[in-house]
């Protein structure tokens, strides 16, 4: 009997030697799991940062490349491009003939010779302009000056006191001046003065866009220009520059 209640007293004991691990055990595994666990969130929270972080420097690209597309689209709407000049036949009919005839006949003019063609432009009509531009890259014959004029239009005075003779043949009672104007890539003449009042004498002849001439000569050693309407607006060859 007394072995009986011996064995049943030591059947807890081995029982509790089978039982789960301690506490302390528990605790450690717990730990081990939970290192475990971090270092695979870790893992896969790099691996996200490093998508994000690609992604970022892929969308900044994207947009610097937007954005510099879109600024040089911007410049070239902006900038002007040069307009160049096209040089149309010379007009040559009874206008003109008219001309050489009142200048060598009437005015007993010398060295008629053709200066510049080119279309009246908005400008050339502006009282608060009060000159007309005689562009240096549209002249037919540069050398019309001599020696002694071109040494003037280079000093200070700048200046030389011409006469003038309109659409009409009619011989301008007021003294014109030709200078120069001093321009970005080249020197441009001009008639200045009292152009605006010339112009709105003959502006039934001189309208905008009409194809004039400017014609210079002599009479005697005082220069002198003639100013002529060749083609009225509107003609076939309207366009005499292109972009």
Known sequence: MADNILMIEDA???RTRKRRPTIEEDDSY???IQKLANAMLKSIRDNELGLETNKSKETAKKRSVRMLSASTTSAKKKRKVPRKYVRMPVVI???TERLNEFVT???KGTELQLVIQKRLYYSDTLQSQ???SIPVK???NVEFLTTDETRTLNNKVNKIEVLLVGPTLKVYNKPMELTTWNMQSSVNYVLKSHWFEFWSE???CLKEGSKIQVWSF???RQLCFAVVCVEKPGGDDQEDVVA
């Open 130 to 132: 009060n000159r007309l």
């Open 12 to 14: 807890p004991a081995a």
């Open 30 to 32: 717990l730990l081990k």
């Open 218 to 220: 002599r009479r005697g």
């Open 105 to 107: 006949n009437e005015l």
């Open 202 to 204: 003959n502006r039934a």
């Open 138 to 140: 549209q002249m037919e």
């Open 93 to 95: 009919n009874e206008v």
